[in-house]
């Protein structure tokens, strides 16, 4: 099993920063697959970033603003989330596999977090 705790998320105006965190315990390992995920209301889950064995993915939409990072001594993955712009507002999720293997599909990661909200303001 693995438990996932994110914090860092807040109101922010336009062309703002936040950092997010995802804390994690239990079953991993620094080759394990995290991934950032976020869902607007009335939208459906979407990928953001995803790193494993030191390899990142973003999404089109986020690629150069945002940096997906980990610190395997902390057990903790990080969204940096630069320039940000209204139609990031979400709840951002992390979520994680006891595996390397993941992909941009939610369904790739058992373990999920309970989300922090990110608010931008225009």
């Known amino acids: 099993q693995v438990q996932l705790v994110e914090s860092g998320g807040g109101l922010v105006q336009a062309g703002g920063s936040l950092r997010l965190s995802c804390a994690a315990s239990?079953?991993?390992?620094?080759?394990?697959?995290v991934a950032w995920f976020r869902q607007a209301p009335g939208k459906e889950r979407e990928f953001v970033a995803r790193?494993?064995?030191?390899?990142?993915y973003y999404a089109n939409s986020v690629k150069g603003r945002f940096t997906i990072s980990r610190d395997n001594a902390k057990n903790t993955a990080y969204l940096q989330m630069n320039s940000l712009e209204p139609q990031d507002t979400a709840v951002y999720y992390c979520?994680?596999?006891?595996?390397?293997?993941?992909?941009?599909?939610?369904?790739?990661?058992?373990?999920w977090g309970q989300g922090t909200q990110v608010t931008v303001s225009s």
């Open positions: 239990g079953r991993t390992s620094s080759t394990s697959a």
């Open positions: 979520a994680a596999n006891e595996t390397p293997f993941g992909t941009r599909v939610p369904n790739d990661y058992p373990y």
């Open positions: 790193i494993s064995s030191g390899i990142r």
